[in-house]
Nanobody, 128 residues
Framework: QVQLVESGGGLVQAGASLRLSCAAS????????MGWFRQAPGKEREFVAA????????YYSNSMKGRFTISRDNAKNTVYLQMDSLKPEDTAVYYC?????????????????????WGQGTQVTVSS
């Protein structure tokens, strides 16, 4: 049974940093491409960042590029999202996702349908 468990969310002030973690189990993590998405109240789920299985390729949403950094530690079965210079508009539930298909990911890394497994999410709230 695949499990993705996010942690590291919380309430911070604008300009602060947070590091989210997503611990994976029940899948071959080192073969899995991973992504982070977020969903704010009343809005659709949106792409944040993605990383391929060996960390050679990363993708970012344009609005977060330069502030957020995705990384992974295959020895720990964990993917991270370092978030710097947080803004109130970054307030959302952040989800990690795993792609178990392999094929097509490089063309669709920013699309939610590409991912097979999802975590329960962690809340990030940024106050002004």
């Amino acid at each position: 049974q695949v499990q993705l468990v996010e942690s590291g969310g919380g309430l911070v002030q604008a300009g602060a940093s947070l590091r989210l973690s997503c611990a994976a189990s029940g899948l071959t993590f080192s073969d899995s491409n991973m992504g982070w998405f977020r969903q704010a109240p009343g809005k659709e789920r949106e792409f944040v960042a993605a990383i391929n299985w060996n960390a050679f390729r990363t993708y970012y949403s344009n609005s977060m590029k330069g502030r957020f950094t995705i990384s992974r530690d295959n020895a720990k079965n964990t993917v991270y999202l370092q978030m710097d210079s947080l803004k109130p508009e970054d307030t959302a539930v952040y989800y990690c996702a795993a792609d178990n298909k392999g094929s097509g990911w490089y063309a669709s890394a920013q699309r939610a349908f590409q991912y097979d497994y999802w975590g329960q999410g962690t809340q990030v709230t940024v106050s002004s």
